[in-house]
């Protein structure tokens, strides 16, 4: 409930004391912004269940996250792809396939194997919303609309992280799948 009353509250504020009502919010964005922060999220506890939840294997996640997102940057200055549907597809289903593969199938593995499977089942979405974004953002009339309206997206994923309590992390993801659905429609 107070999720909803602070959702309320803001697009309120927003509405009727800002001059912000002449200026349209990028929904894409949004969406990628929020599916985002439950992706990062989700990254986040997924490797901390597997190798402890500590300060090196915290930093060890967010540095992968930001060589992916360089590498996403990378990959669309050299390629400079025109047609986003073919990384939507492959972004929905690197999340699908994070959430059917069980965290327990990776405790089995040894060492190396457990975080090189770990990190490709968690990492490599966050390369394809990466591409997304930086194409879009690349292709952008007004950055810096589009960049709050990311922002506020990423908002909107930070409260539904509380929703893990009650769906589960894992299934966490089938709402960021949601999010990068609205993205792309």
Same mark, same amino acid.
């Given at each position: 409930?107070? %999720?909803?009353?602070? /959702?309320?509250?803001?697009? /309120?504020? &927003?509405?009727?004391?800002?001059?912000?009502?002449? &200026?349209?919010?990028?929904?894409? %964005?949004?969406?990628?912004?929020?599916?985002?922060?439950?992706?990062?999220?989700?990254?986040?506890?997924?490797?901390?269940?597997?190798?402890?939840?500590?300060?090196?294997?915290?930093? &060890?996640? #967010?540095?992968?996250?930001?060589?992916?997102?360089?590498?996403?940057? @990378?990959?669309? @200055?050299?390629?400079?792809?025109?047609?986003?549907?073919?990384?939507?597809?492959?972004?929905?289903?690197?999340?699908?396939?994070?959430?059917?593969?069980? %965290?327990?199938?990776?405790?089995?593995?040894?060492?190396?194997?457990?975080?090189?499977?770990?990190?490709?089942?968690?990492?490599?979405?966050?390369? #394809? /919303?990466?591409?997304?974004?930086?194409?879009?953002?690349?292709?952008?009339?007004?950055?810096?609309?589009?960049?709050?309206?990311? &922002?506020?997206?990423?908002?909107?994923?930070?409260?539904?992280?509380?929703?893990?309590?009650?769906?589960? #992390?894992?299934?966490?993801? /089938? #709402?960021?799948?949601?999010?990068?659905?609205?993205?792309?429609?």
């Amino acid at each position: 409930r107070s %999720m909803i009353l602070i /959702a309320v509250l803001s697009l /309120a504020l &927003i509405y009727f004391c800002s001059p912000v009502r002449t &200026i349209r919010p990028n929904w894409r %964005m949004f969406f990628l912004g929020a599916g985002f922060m439950l992706l990062e999220t989700k990254s986040v506890v997924h490797m901390a269940l597997l190798f402890g939840s500590t300060w090196i294997v915290n930093s &060890i996640v #967010f540095f992968a996250i930001l060589v992916m997102i360089l590498l996403s940057n @990378l990959f669309v @200055l050299v390629f400079r792809p025109k047609k986003l549907w073919p990384y939507y597809v492959l972004l929905v289903a690197s999340l699908g396939a994070n959430i059917v593969v069980p %965290m327990s199938r990776f405790l089995a593995l040894p060492g190396w194997e457990r975080l090189a499977g770990s990190c490709a089942v968690v990492i490599v979405p966050i390369f #394809f /919303a990466g591409i997304v974004f930086a194409t879009l953002f690349r292709d952008s009339s007004q950055p810096n609309v589009d960049f709050g309206s990311n &922002i506020s997206g990423a908002i909107l994923g930070g409260l539904c992280e509380s929703l893990s309590l009650i769906i589960g #992390f894992n299934y966490l993801l /089938a #709402f960021a799948i949601v999010c990068y659905v609205l993205s792309a429609v």
